[in-house]
């Protein structure tokens, strides 16, 4: 037995979104797992987000360990209703659990990605 097998049945990462403001940008901070059960919760952070008409409004996924369909899904509805308010949507990934999925769903094409908060808060164009 030992730590091997507790190391592989131990529960998973804890999921939780915060929304944090910075002058006319929020930033949501999301941690843990984004899977379909837990997506919806990300969502409803996100969507009240966009009720508060942010300049720019910031997910920042790089503490996120995995990123399923459900939450892609997530961020392509976000992006939509974000910018229906005129607000610009911006992603921060930078591990390979969040960001090859973006990557092989064509979604960095859809909105900025960066690869950290500095980036996405100055918003260099061509980034």
């Known amino acids: ?14 999921f939780s979104a915060v929304a944090e403001w910075s002058d006319r940008t929020l930033f949501v901070t999301a941690t843990g797992e984004v899977e379909l059960v837990n997506a919806p919760q990300l ?27 459900a939450g892609l899904a997530v961020l392509v509805r976000t992006h939509r209703d974000a910018g229906a308010r005129g607000t610009r949507f911006r992603v921060v990934a930078n591990n390979p659990a969040t960001l090859r999925p973006i990557q092989l769903m064509g979604l960095d094409q859809e909105f900025e990605v960066y690869s950290d908060r500095e980036g996405a808060l100055q918003g260099a164009p061509g980034s």
């Open 43 to 69: 969502e409803s952070v996100l969507n009240q987000a966009v009720e508060d008409r942010p300049d720019v409004l910031v997910l920042d996924i790089t503490a996120v360990s995995f990123l399923s369909s």
């Open 1 to 14: 037995m030992g730590t091997m097998e507790s190391d592989i049945n131990e529960p998973r990462a804890p």
